[in-house]
């Protein structure tokens, strides 16, 4: 399924607020509240629209740092890797890649104390073979789904 324009403006719209009524939404776009309203649960059934989450502030609940790790593991251990991180609750995105990492982690922790037990426990694993740490200093642009 494609979207229009009208399906387009109307997902941005969702996407700065996802609680903003259909009537508010119609009045930007211009259209009938009817008209959103049916657009949006068909792009909801047809899975243009995964699903509505909420977005935290980090900074407010004490979770500060965030860092990126690329991660080398030995192929055959890849899923065993992925098993032990995927449901850590630190980990808040795993990404397959290639080049010098095969596993890319975004993670966010509340100090530096935090981030280096991760490390030191965590990707304690045998397979993985190399880890690169990149911590965040500051955005430029602002992550949409974990708002660091």
Do not use: W
Request: aromatic residues 6%.
């Amino acid at each position: 399924m494609s979207i229009d324009r009208l399906d387009a403006r109307i997902i941005r719209s969702l996407s700065k607020n996802a609680r903003k009524p259909f009537s508010q939404i119609a009045e930007e776009v211009d259209v009938s509240d009817t008209t959103v309203r049916k657009r949006v649960q068909r792009m909801l059934d047809d899975g243009v629209i995964k699903q509505f989450n909420v977005l935290l502030d980090y900074h407010r609940i004490g979770r500060i740092i965030k860092a990126f790790i690329g991660i080398r593991i030995n192929p055959p251990r890849l899923s065993t890797v992925v098993d032990r991180l995927k449901d850590n609750p630190d980990v808040q995105v795993l990404y397959r890649t290639t080049g010098n990492a095969n596993l890319f982690v975004e993670v966010i922790f509340r100090d530096m104390e935090e981030l280096n037990e991760f490390l030191e426990t965590e990707l304690n694993i045998d397979g993985i073979t190399g880890t690169e740490v990149n911590i965040v200093i500051g955005p430029y642009k602002r992550c949409p789904c974990t708002g660091l």
